[in-house]
């Protein structure tokens, strides 16, 4: 399928149970940003001082890798019209250590790759951005097997799930001047739109 068919799809699947859905993915969504945000950390070390900043900051580093876990397997279970559940946003938790691991091997990689040029660093983004599916699809994959099986799917794809991220990504800025409304739709339209993106990559 090319992006707008994917797009077409998620939207068939989700029509009637975005009331349903929303909260999750605005919970978990909010979570990974607020652990992203550097205003909240700059307030932190400003108000309460170095020890705080360090607690905060490594409670932060510890749910990314989860929730994104979460989101894939949420997502997938969605995409796949199989029973979903809030719970399953914290499904992650149950592999702490490997969703970690996911989590800070993807940031380094991308981190060494952006050093030199942006341009590396997004071919490493999207090179290894199916990782936290493959786990949620199979949590016994390892964490080097994910990377490398993330690799192998996404090989002669990266352009087109480019275009599909960059289209949502355009979305959410235009959904500033709903005052964030529209983002309760928009948010659960992205993730199962990256499920199915997955899904065919698999096909």
């Known amino acids: 399928m090319n992006n707008s068919e994917i797009r077409n799809v998620t939207k068939e699947i989700l029509k009637g149970k975005y009331k349903n ?7 978990a969504i909010l979570l990974i940003s607020l652990s992203q945000s550097q205003d909240l950390y700059t307030y932190i070390y400003e108000a309460y ?11 932060a580093l510890f749910i990314q890798g989860p929730i994104s876990i979460g989101l894939a397997t949420y997502s997938l279970s969605i995409a796949n019209k199989e029973d979903y559940s809030y719970n399953q946003i914290f499904t992650g938790f149950k592999y702490f250590f ?5 989590y800070l091997i993807f940031n380094i990689s991308v981190l060494i790759g952006s050093i030199f040029l942006i341009i590396p660093g997004v ?6 951005s199916q990782i936290f599916f493959i786990i949620a699809e199979d949590p016994q994959t390892g964490v080097i097997d994910a990377f490398k099986k993330s690799a192998s799917l996404m090989k002669n794809k990266k352009l087109q799930y480019l275009g599909l991220i960059s289209k949502y990504v355009l979305f959410v800025i235009l959904g500033v001047f709903t ?3 529209w983002w309760l739709w928009l ?3 992205a993730y199962v739109s990256f499920a199915i993106f997955y899904k065919e990559l698999k096909a």
């Open 179 to 181: 005052l964030g409304i």
């Open 21 to 27: 859905v929303m909260l999750p993915f605005l919970l």
């Open 49 to 59: 001082g170095k020890t705080y900043l360090f607690s905060i900051g490594s409670i």
């Open 98 to 102: 490997k969703a970690l691991f996911l």
């Open 123 to 128: 071919f490493i983004a999207l090179m290894f």
């Open 187 to 189: 948010f659960p339209q």
